[in-house]
């Protein structure tokens, strides 16, 4: 235990020192102004209401207790719940409007593992299925459905999912229902999460779904490379996201945009827009910046800069598949950084499984308005990977600016099929398809 916590601590220091540089230099360019902070002048203590942080009781009823308190007795301009210095053991919780949850430095909030007790929920309707099984969900261990002006801030307390459990149940195939995740507001808006530490999520870490107005910067979310499916932050048919200056080293990818699942994504009709990445950096066996592969309901006006990325499985893969309809478009991703690398960047229309056996195989996404540019990778295994689809080509495909260097044994090759774009000052030499103008955008005036 001493040597995870002194790891953690290493790590934090080093995103912090990563952020405080990254902030120096780019402090010009910040999308955080999109939801003001609120100063909540009322502030109860989760001890005022019998909690004990010392990571042997549970304080699921002081937790729900000092909740029902800030929603029912409604404090003009909100309430702050102060979580001290300590360990406080929790089943999950759901959070309310106007409220601000403030870990202390110092201060943890940690799972319990009693799965067998954990609650369940509906399926999200633009997935109409649990992503794991089919029928419901294991609750997420911070819920919140239909908010307005929620905080989730501190001076880096953290919040621990003790998610072992639950990786071992998905290993050895005992799951009944698809993993909780961290953190997860539904249809909520206006919602800022900083200078917090999340770790250990049984599945993925926030999940901000059918939500508007959102802010997560300023966070430091870790998993083992080896946990399953522990995205680090996915927004999903989300609008007007803005994730920045955070360190993610998770067992999956690092952000992924979502937006629903084939039928069922493509009958909600809500796609993910608006979606500012700036300054993250991190590690995973998957990818850095991921879009896909649920993109039912549409994606498009993303732009991510400045990404940093070490020992990773793919720098950039926008992914999708036949059966999930929407649309991937206008997407600008620029000034990406990458070291050690199995893939600098993939774009595909091949990736991802099915609901069931009712999706539409003739329902094909349309890929288009794809602009990358700025990337400069080392030791890079295999350039990239463009490889659309026959019946929906991707189109209007600009990569521009690209260094992806490799080690003497690797092979550095691009492959392409069904695709149409253009390329400028690209090594190695991209596939024909990217050589020629044509009708595809010009590169140099796509930023």
């Given amino acids: 235990m001493w040597r995870i916590s002194v790891s953690v601590f290493i790590i934090s220091c080093l995103a912090v020192s990563f952020l405080a540089v990254s902030s120096f230099a780019y402090s010009e360019a ?39 308190r800030i929603q029912h007795l409604r404090r003009r301009g909100g309430t702050l719940l102060y979580i001290p210095p300590g360990v406080f053991l ?17 201060a943890v909030i940690r799972a319990v593992q009693d799965t067998w007790n954990w609650p369940l929920v509906d399926p999200l309707p633009s997935y109409g299925r649990g992503r794991e099984l089919p029928g419901g969900r294991y609750i997420s261990f911070i819920h919140g459905d239909g908010l307005r002006d929620v905080v989730i801030t501190g001076q880096n307390g953290t919040i621990d999912g003790q998610g072992e459990v639950w990786w071992n149940m998905w290993r050895s195939r005992t799951l009944k229902f698809t993993r909780p995740n961290l953190i997860e507001l ?113 994606i498009k006006n993303v732009l991510a800069e400045h990404i940093t990325l070490y020992n990773m499985g793919v720098g950039v893969n926008i992914k999708t598949n036949i059966g999930r309809g929407g649309y991937i478009k206008n997407i600008k991703i620029s000034n990406v950084y990458v070291e050690n690398a199995k893939y600098g960047i993939k774009i595909a229309g091949d990736t991802g499984d099915h609901p069931d056996a009712y999706y539409n195989p003739n329902a094909l996404p349309v890929v288009k308005g794809i602009h990358i540019k700025n990337v400069w990778g080392v ?53 024909s398809e990217l050589r020629t103008t044509g009708r595809s955008y010009s590169c140099s005036s796509t930023f």
């Fill in 186 to 298: 539904k249809n909520s808006k206006e919602i800022i999460i900083s200078n917090v530490i999340f770790q250990n999520s049984p599945f993925w870490n926030i999940h901000p779904v059918y939500c508007s107005d959102v802010v997560i910067h300023h966070v430091t979310i870790l998993a083992p490379q080896d946990s399953p499916n522990t995205d680090g932050i996915d927004p999903d048919s989300s609008f007007n996201v803005c994730i920045e200056d955070s360190y993610i080293s998770t067992g999956d990818d690092l952000v992924a945009i979502k937006s629903g699942w084939d039928q069922y994504g493509i009958a909600f009709g809500r796609p993910s827009s608006n979606i500012t990445i700036r300054r993250v950096t991190g590690s995973s066996p998957f990818a850095g910046i991921a879009i896909g592969s649920e993109t039912s309901g549409g």
């Fill in 379 to 431: 030791n890079v295994q295999n350039a990239g990977s463009i490889q659309g689809l026959k019946g929906s080509p991707f189109t209007g495909i600009c990569l521009s600016e690209i260094n992806l260097h490799g080690s003497l044994n690797s092979y550095r090759t691009w492959k392409c099929s069904d695709v149409i774009g253009t390329s400028l000052k690209v090594s190695p030499w991209p596939c």
């Fill in 30 to 68: 910040t999308c955080s102004g999109i939801v003001p902070l609120r100063y909540r002048y009322d502030k109860i203590s989760i001890t005022d209401f019998g909690g004990v942080g010392d990571g042997r009781t549970v304080n699921t009823k002081a937790f729900r207790a000092a909740i029902y």
């Fill in 90 to 106: 929790t089943e999950s919780f759901n959070l309310t409007s106007h409220m601000t949850l403030y870990l202390a430095r110092g």
